[in-house]
C-alpha cells in the first residue's frame, strides 16, 4: 500500500472522529437545553445558522452532487472528498434547516473567478 493511501485513510478517520466528537458536543448542548430540538425534525435548532455559500453553489461544506447532501440521520458528518480542502466536518442539512434564524454569506467572486450562477 502506498503510503499516501495510508495517510489519507489516516486523515479520513481523524475528520470521521472530528465530526464525531463535534456531534457528541452539539447533544450534550441538547441535553443540557441550552439548545432545543426542532419539533419538526427532531434536530438542534440554534437560534442562528451563519452560512456561507461559495461560488460552486455549496452551503456550508456541502457541495452539489455530494452524497453528504443526502445524510439525514447525523447532526455532524465529515466531507473527505470535497473540491475545497480535503477533508472538511459540517452540519448536515437537516440540521441546517432547522436554525430559528439563518444568515446565507455569498461568496460569489474572487479575483479572476466570477460565477453567479448559483443564485437566481
Not at 464525531?20 to 441535553?31: N, P
Not at 455559500?53 to 457541495?63: E, I, K, R, T, Y
Not at 447525523?74 to 444568515?103: A, H, L, M, R, Y
Request: one cysteine or more; proline letters at 8%; charged letters at 25%.
Amino acid at each position: 500500500m502506498a503510503a499516501t493511501s495510508m495517510f489519507n485513510e489516516h486523515e479520513k478517520r481523524k475528520t470521521e472522529a472530528a465530526a464525531d466528537d463535534y456531534e457528541t458536543c452539539v447533544k450534550h448542548l441538547v441535553k443540557n437545553k441550552i439548545v432545543d430540538l426542532s419539533d419538526a425534525n427532531r434536530f438542534p435548532k440554534f437560534d442562528l445558522m451563519l452560512l456561507g455559500m461559495g461560488p460552486d453553489g455549496h452551503v456550508a461544506s456541502l457541495f452539489p452532487g455530494h452524497p453528504r447532501l443526502e445524510e439525514n440521520k447525523q447532526w455532524v458528518t465529515c466531507v473527505e472528498d470535497s473540491p475545497k480542502p480535503p477533508e472538511e466536518i459540517t452540519f448536515t442539512f437537516p440540521v441546517t434547516n432547522s436554525g430559528n434564524s439563518s444568515v446565507l454569506i455569498l461568496h460569489l467572486w474572487r479575483p479572476g473567478l466570477v460565477k453567479t450562477h448559483p443564485v437566481h
